[in-house]
């Protein structure tokens, strides 16, 4: 779980998320439902996170406030 997290720490700043040790798992859940990949597949899910940063990183920003906004 959330092998991903060290490497996307500047858009949980952006997206104005602050990652505890109580929320990490909602927040892991809501990447991988954004991301549209089933929970616990961290490197299909890395892979996802990267290439949608890639294409739009603003945009995925915004994406993940809205879904961790509902799971939270």
């Not at 996307?8 to 040790?21: D, L, N, S």
């Not at 990447?31 to 089933?38: R, S």
């Not at 890395?46 to 290439?51: A, F, G, L, N, P």
Request: proline share 1%; aromatic share 8%; hydrophobic share 30%.
């Amino acid at each position: 779980m959330t092998c991903y997290f060290r490497h996307i720490q500047h858009i949980f700043k952006k997206a104005g998320i602050e990652v505890t040790k109580e929320n990490r798992r909602e927040i892991d859940s809501g990447i991988h439902d954004l991301v549209g990949v089933e929970y616990k597949n961290c490197p299909a899910t890395w892979k996802e996170v990267k290439k949608r940063i890639a294409e739009d990183e603003e945009s995925f920003v915004s994406e993940l406030k809205e879904t961790l906004t509902k799971h939270m």
